[in-house]
């Protein structure tokens, strides 16, 4: 059964910490991996990763995918209050249009 | 607001009675997506619709559940007989291109959601 497994399920920092979040992904005829921001609603997307060892950066988040291992870490430097939210991590499979999401990882960034 | 809405935003409903939500996409976007939210969970895939044509479903799509986009544009999600499992939050997502284009920025647009709570 196709899989995507995100951790950890809860992180509490503190502002200015860094953080890694990690997901891994049992999935046949795998294409891409998604990262998705949820905060009260709507899935708000970050990056898409194709390629392995190839970095996506945006401000203070970046983001790396190991094909070979089979996983991708989702990199927050100097965090904010404003970064509490939920983390999501999907993967798009060939021959469907569905993504397969992962749980999330809650992070709250207390001030 | 040009992105996805969604119709209502929270729903209450007794257990039996049916209840359709309503998604209007982004208006150049030809693919609509519905997924199904429950809490502590991640988003899970319940149907596609290229234009009007219902592409891919979902076995979670069991019977008591129908979805249409009748004229390419607005989709809809019907539950019949709805049962206490179907509380959830039912999100919309559209987009131009298929998952598989390559694009820097690709990622579906989603909806805010219509959270359903059947007591």
């Known amino acids: 059964e196709d899989k995507v497994v995100q951790s950890p399920l809860s992180l509490v920092v503190h502002e200015g910490d860094t953080v890694t979040l990690n997901c891994s992904y049992e999935v046949t005829n795998f294409r891409s991996l998604l990262w998705y921001k949820q905060e009260k609603k709507a899935p708000t997307f970050l990056f898409m990763l194709?390629?392995?060892?190839i970095e996506k950066k945006s401000g203070r988040l970046s983001s790396i995918l190991d094909k070979k291992e089979l996983f991708s870490i989702l990199n927050i430097t100097a965090t904010q209050t404003g970064d509490s939210a939920v983390y999501l991590c999907a993967v798009y499979q060939g021959g469907s249009e569905k993504l397969v999401f992962g749980k999330g990882t809650k992070l709250t960034v207390n001030p | 607001d040009t992105g996805v809405s969604q119709d209502p935003r929270h729903k209450i409903t007794k257990r039996g009675q049916n209840v359709t939500f309503r998604c209007d996409p982004i208006?150049?976007?030809?693919?609509l997506y519905w997924y199904r939210q429950t809490l502590g969970q991640g988003p899970e895939f319940l149907t596609y619709?290229?234009?009007?044509?219902?592409?891919?479903k979902s076995r979670l799509l069991s019977d008591r559940f129908s979805a249409e986009r009748p004229k390419g544009s607005f989709s809809t999600l019907e539950i019949q007989r709805t049962e206490q499992g179907d509380s959830a939050m039912y999100l919309c997502?559209?987009?131009?291109?298929?998952?598989?284009?390559?694009?820097?920025?690709?990622?579906?647009?989603f909806g805010s959601g219509t959270r359903l709570t059947v007591v």
């Open positions: 194709t390629s392995s060892g």
């Open positions: 619709f290229q234009n009007e044509a219902q592409l891919e």
């Open positions: 208006s150049e976007h030809n693919r």
């Open positions: 997502a559209s987009s131009t291109r298929p998952l598989g284009a390559s694009a820097p920025n690709y990622g579906y647009t």
